[in-house]
């Protein structure tokens, strides 16, 4: 029985063991790369543990002392949050390398330790493979905490050196602390909620059946709140973008992909082993959270000048894009429809910051430094001023970017066109009419801020090619700067796409290939989700 | 397979363009007139081709080419085209203004010129494959892909004000799909609850028997998308912008094409899928129609820009081709496919014609210009024949599909008939007051320069094909007639069912039986 329980669980043993293999190596022998290499080995072997257990396993799963269930669906959620960890590693690897580049090249004599990054990412996948097997209130809520609490450092990580602006530490600090305000609360609430559950039903595992009493009701809508506070659901969503805007733009990747994704797939067992959806208060609460997010969420879109804020008030529309299947009645299509939109969802999302992160990246050694925010906002590479124009200077790049934000549109072609597809089919199936009005009203407000982005890319320049007057706008007063048109200024900052790593467009090409190729032949990853 | 490989061939030149253009400046232009040219080639090859002419009993039997794979079981959606005489008729018009779009415009693309031929040819992929999808998914997948190569056209070589018209076009039509992807998704289930068989093939899906108000729904999400195309007056106001930011080239694509898959999709899907809910709708749907008539026709004369007024007489024009399709007679659907073919024809040409106007003067406008016979007499001979021809002057193509549609809708909806009448009325006013402004009169001073070229031989030429073509269907219709004849009788007499289950569901509706003896 124990080696059967343990069986079950290695991937969690492998991602455990791999943090401490990674922080004793760290203690011992100090190097970025060497940190690097042991958080892709673990994932690797985490990987394949998973793939070997998706083999062996019975169909209805293993329950491992009650805490946690290891079944199909779990250990698909497991091999998405690495795939996404994995990805991240590789963009923040491109990231710190970009801000360490100018410091001395003995790495225990700087302030700066890239290693802790790794040690943090690999807790936050150790928290959302835990949580996405969580079969019990108290599973779920330790490996909810493993990941908020290991966000926190993560989300003000900074390294120093004069490659790390100021304004980007103080900004990530803010992030970090914000977060942990929000996370904190949210983690009270929720705690209170918990209580109240167990009050009324004298049980902390998933598989009682609903009550009916005012008590469990209530304690389950303070737990949903808790969650709605974590996904950044309207109207508890006021915290992410100024998280979203600070955080290192990986971290962002992160919290918007696999910190989302596993608390969603942990919700959807949730809500079916519990049949939340008998309950009518719980069914309006997510529906009205739903709703309010898809349409609230992608009107506060459609003003932001900052890319980041701008993705992270997608990222709460396209939250609320899932409920929409969530509250599906018919268990397996539920399943179905969530799992495929959450893939779209976290490549696409990946996808789009990895390619902001590579740009901040290759632009920071021509990006003024010191701890006051940009004035010139074509400058700026987090802004949408400095994207105007950027497929004429960087083709690729801009290419990539277009077919991301075009899934996130959802438009054909792409991946993120199939999980709409699939929202559409659970909304009609289970006949929630107003949820997918707003859906309907939410992606077409939706695309008028993805288009207006694609199209800024797209701004063609008249003007003569890129002189280099880049010392010039420093001379001239601001106010000048921004009565120009963009244009003019843009051609002084020319993108550097071979201050990209390798690493880094090779990432890029494998979300693209993703992206475009389950876009046009998705049958394979319909009949992997249909086989959970 | 003829099929496919007039869209891979589109789709590999449209592949192809960057690179040769970046080797060799201007062959990108040579290999999109050689694809195009290779295509229709093609395409009419299916003329040639044995076929059994037979009254076709059920749908399958109806289409002379098809191509049916399976593309995501999941969903039973396959990929499934296939031609008929009415899909024939849209390829050809795709196909042969295609070819028009670039040959008029020579020199016109200055910038990025191998992108654009790769976004004209994707445009023109997207609607081969929207004219021959006989699945819903798949004609949906398509009726999407074109709007993006056409959104760059406008966003990128558009005129000063490209940006707000190609995203008030895109959102237009985006968000109207997405109703009409509801509707499609909504359809599916409901014939699997059914069926007991989950699939998008039109074919399984005209057989589902859905109460009146669901159908009612349903076809609401359709019609809206099409009207959007069409389109139909209150959600017109993306066209007007559209067309008139859009490069010549585009915006001959957007008139003579992409419009007609608005009334394409009503022909073919709408009318089919949903008989009861259509003739219950057709009295609103024809005053609409109306409707557009009257307010294209009204607001088309109180345009200074030529390109403006063009844009808004489609508006005008379309309104006929909406009347023609729910009138439920067979004479004014013939004649509403008539007219998708000559609008095709005559707005290309007039957008081709403005497009040469504005290469001359640098302007659109009206106030602008005068007495330009004197200068230029090719380029005005060819406004001539082509406003004569969209105003609907008997012996051109527009004249014969117009009649039709009113001799058809007359004996069921003679009041709303009258009505669209004045159509023909005001028509001739807007383009009388084109005529009369721009080409006759004294020239202004200013405007006559030396160095004011008149169309060479080449574009005479090519203005001529057009021009020749409408009067040949003016004259003699019939060929035409005959192609979409077929089709046209599925949608009237349900032929579309099975045989052997068919049950008269039109027992009620007299109108609509009492009405096949048009031609």
Same mark, same amino acid.
């Given at each position: 029985m124990i080696v059967q329980n343990l069986s079950a669980i290695t991937p969690l043993l492998i991602l455990g063991g791999g943090v401490v293999i990674l922080m004793l190596q760290v203690a011992f022998f100090r190097g970025h790369r060497g940190a690097l290499a042991t958080t892709l080995l673990t994932l690797i072997a985490t990987t394949t543990s998973c793939l070997f257990l998706l083999r062996t396993l019975p169909t209805q799963g293993h329950t491992v002392t009650g805490l946690l269930l290891v079944d199909r669906l779990s250990l698909f959620y497991c091999l998405l949050n690495i795939f996404t960890a994995a990805i991240v590693s590789a963009i923040g690897f491109h990231y710190l390398c970009a801000r360490l580049a100018g410091q001395s090249e003995k790495p225990h004599h700087s302030e700066s330790y890239p290693e802790a990054f790794y040690i943090l990412l690999l807790l936050i996948s150790l928290g959302a493979c835990t949580l996405v097997s969580a079969n019990h209130f108290a599973s779920f809520f330790l490996a909810l905490e493993l990941i908020s609490i290991s966000f926190y450092p993560l989300l003000a990580f900074s390294v120093h050196g004069d490659r790390s602006p100021l304004r980007d530490q103080m900004l990530s600090l803010e992030s970090g602390f914000k977060y942990l305000m929000t996370s904190a609360f949210a983690t009270a609430v929720g705690l209170f909620g918990i209580a109240m559950v167990f009050t009324a039903s004298g049980s902390l595992a998933f598989s009682t059946q609903p009550l009916t009493s005012d008590l469990y009701q209530a304690g389950l809508v303070l737990f949903l709140v808790a969650v709605a506070l974590k996904l950044s659901l309207v109207p508890f969503h006021f915290w992410t973008p100024d998280v979203y805007q600070g955080a290192p733009t990986p971290v962002t990747a992160l919290i918007a992909t696999l910190g989302k994704s596993a608390l969603v797939a942990a919700l959807l067992k949730l809500v079916h082993t519990l049949q939340l959806f008998e309950l009518p208060i719980i069914n309006l609460l997510i529906a009205t959270l739903a709703a309010a997010s898809m349409i609230i969420g992608n009107l506060l879109a459609l003003r932001q000048q900052n890319i980041k804020r701008l993705l992270a008030y997608s990222s709460i529309a396209h939250l609320g894009y899932v409920f929409v299947a969530l509250l599906l009645i018919d268990e397996r299509f539920a399943r179905e429809a969530v799992s495929a939109y959450l893939v779209a969802y976290v490549l696409t999302t990946l996808s789009a910051f990895s390619i902001v992160s590579l740009v901040a990246d290759s632009e920071l050694p021509h990006t003024p430094g010191g701890a006051h925010p940009l004035q010139d906002h074509a400058r700026d590479?987090?802004?949408r001023a400095f994207y105007r124009g950027l497929l004429w200077r960087a083709p690729v790049l801009s290419i990539y970017f277009i077919v991301a934000l075009l899934s996130l549109a959802g438009i054909p072609l792409t991946l993120g066109f199939f999980g709409k597809f699939y929202l559409f089919s659970a909304g009609i199936q289970g006949q929630q009419w107003w949820l997918l009005i707003a859906l309907i009203a939410g992606s077409a407000l939706g695309l008028y801020y993805y288009l207006g982005l694609i199209l800024d890319l797209l701004k063609r320049q008249d003007s003569a090619v890129a002189g280099d007057n880049r010392e010039t706008p420093e001379k001239k007063p601001d106010s000048i700067n921004m009565l120009k048109p963009a244009g003019c200024q843009k051609t002084s900052v020319t993108d550097r796409p071979e201050s990209i790593a390798l690493s880094g467009w090779l990432v890029l090409l494998l979300l693209t290939i993703l992206l475009l190729g389950f876009g046009v032949y998705p049958s394979p990853l319909i009949n992997w989700i249909i086989a959970l | 397979m003829t099929l496919l490989l007039i869209l891979l061939l589109l789709l590999a030149a449209a592949v192809l363009c960057c690179p040769l253009e970046k080797v060799h400046p201007g062959s990108s232009r040579a290999l999109a007139i050689f694809s195009l040219l290779m295509t229709t080639v093609l395409l009419f090859g299916y003329l040639w081709a044995p076929r059994v002419f037979t009254v076709p009993a059920t749908l399958a039997d109806l289409w002379w080419d098809q191509l049916n794979w399976a593309w995501i079981p999941r969903f039973g959606i396959r990929f499934h085209l296939g031609i008929d005489g009415l899909g024939f008729l849209m390829l050809a018009l795709t196909l042969g203004m295609g070819l028009f779009g670039l040959w008029i415009t020579p020199g016109q693309i200055r910038q990025r010129v191998g992108l654009f031929h790769c976004c004209y040819l994707l445009t023109i992929a997207g609607v081969v494959g929207v004219f021959t999808a006989l699945d819903l998914f798949l004609f949906f997948f398509f009726w999407e892909v074109m709007l993006i190569p056409m959104f760059l056209l406008i966003a990128i070589w558009g005129y000063e004000d490209r940006t707000r018209a190609a995203i008030k076009f895109f959102i237009f039509t985006q968000a109207s799909s997405l109703l009409m992807l509801a509707a499609i998704v909504a359809l599916a289930y409901l014939s699997y609850l059914q069926n007991g068989e989950i699939t998008f093939s039109l074919q399984h899906l005209a057989q589902a028997r859905l109460p009146l108000h669901t159908q009612y729904w349903l076809m609401f999400g359709f019609f809206i998308a099409f009207a959007v195309k069409l389109p139909a007056v209150p959600l017109h106001p993306w066209l007007p912008d559209a067309h008139t930011q859009a490069p010549t080239a585009a915006s001959i694509l957007l008139a003579a094409v992409l419009l007609k898959t608005g009334a394409y999709g009503l022909l073919r899907f709408t009318l089919p899928l949903f008989p009861e809910a259509c003739s219950a709708f057709a009295p609103l749907a024809l005053m609409i129609g109306v409707a557009s008539i009257v307010y294209g026709a009204m607001a088309a004369y109180a345009q200074q820009d030529i390109k403006r007024l063009v844009a808004y007489s489609s508006v005008s024009h379309m309104g006929f081709v909406l009347i023609g399709v729910f009138s439920g007679n067979s004479t004014a659907t013939l004649g509403a496919i008539t007219l998708m073919i000559a609008h095709g024809l005559s707005s290309a040409a007039l957008f081709g014609m403005v497009g040469k106007l504005q290469q001359r003067f640098h302007s659109r406008n009206i106030a602008e210009m005068s007495g330009l016979w004197a200068t230029l007499p090719r380029l005005s001979a060819v406004a001539l024949v082509f406003v004569m021809a969209a105003i609907g002057l008997p012996g051109l193509g527009n004249f014969v599909a117009e009649f039709l549609v009113l001799v058809g809708s007359f004996p069921s909806y003679p009041w709303l008939t009258t009505a669209a009448v004045s159509g023909v009325i005001l028509a001739a006013m807007y383009g009388l007051r084109l005529l009369q402004r =721009?080409?006759?009169? /004294?020239?202004?001073?200013? *405007? =006559?320069?030396? +160095?004011? *070229? +008149? /169309?060479s031989r080449r574009e005479l030429a090519v203005f001529s094909c057009a021009g020749l073509l409408l009067l040949w269907i003016g004259l003699y219709p019939q060929p035409l007639l005959s192609q979409a004849k077929e089709w046209v009788e599925v949608i009237h007499n349900r032929t579309i069912e099975n045989p052997a289950n068919y049950t008269p569901r039109r027992d009620g509706d007299s109108r609509l039986k009492g009405s096949e003896a048009g031609y």
């Open positions: 590479p987090f802004q | =721009v080409f006759f009169g /004294l020239p202004h001073s200013n *405007q =006559v320069t030396p +160095d004011m *070229q +008149d /169309l």
